[in-house]
């Protein structure tokens, strides 16, 4: 699917104008603010959106090493690791590739597995607008990582969207 991206300020009475609007409007703010995410149809011409307190921001803490029985996966040191439980579920590691690993995590028990994708250029941390519109319902939050948490990071906000089933 493909999209056009404006990206517009509001005015000081906190109105906005947007030139070519597309299905899914994301209101992104600084961390005082949750940020929200909206389907949009094409008859609509007016959208009021108040935005709340940011109260559910998920903010990443040290890791410590895996505890027993677990098997960490990642991409390199400033990465954000996944510890696999060893018992229910079998790792199939990924061959790494320049700028990804993808690993497979699949139950014993059945056929279901996880992919999961590591390294700088896997994946955008907000999904597909075509995502938000086939799902039932969505949240979007805040993801807050402190200063210092890596060696001489300043520290940082990304968004993560979770669509859910469509």
């Known amino acids: 699917m493909s999209s056009q991206r404006d990206v517009v300020t509001t005015d000081k009475s906190g109105s906005f104008r947007i030139e070519h ?4 409007l994301h209101f992104l703010t600084d961390l005082a603010f949750q940020p929200q995410s909206m389907i949009i149809s094409p008859e609509m011409s007016t ?3 108040t935005l709340e307190p940011a109260s559910t921001s998920l903010s990443l803490t040290a890791c410590s090493e895996p505890r027993h029985g ?3 996966i990642g991409w390199g040191k400033p ?3 996944f510890d696999v439980p060893q018992h229910d579920v079998r790792l199939i590691r990924g061959k790494v590739d ?3 690993v993808a690993h ?3 139950a014993k028990s059945s056929n279901d597995r996880l992919e999961l994708w590591f390294g700088p250029y896997a994946m955008n941390s907000a999904p597909d607008d075509e995502q938000f ?3 039932l319902a969505f949240t979007t939050r805040n993801v807050v990582m402190p200063p210092g948490l890596v060696r001489g990071s300043e520290g940082g906000e990304w968004l993560a969207g979770t669509p859910g089933d469509a």
């Open 21 to 24: 609007p597309g299905t899914v």
């Open 133 to 135: 519109v086939e799902s």
């Open 104 to 106: 497979t995590i699949k």
């Open 79 to 81: 990465g954000l690791p």
């Open 98 to 100: 320049v700028d990804f």
């Open 47 to 49: 959208v009021d959106v």
């Open 70 to 72: 677990f098997e960490r």
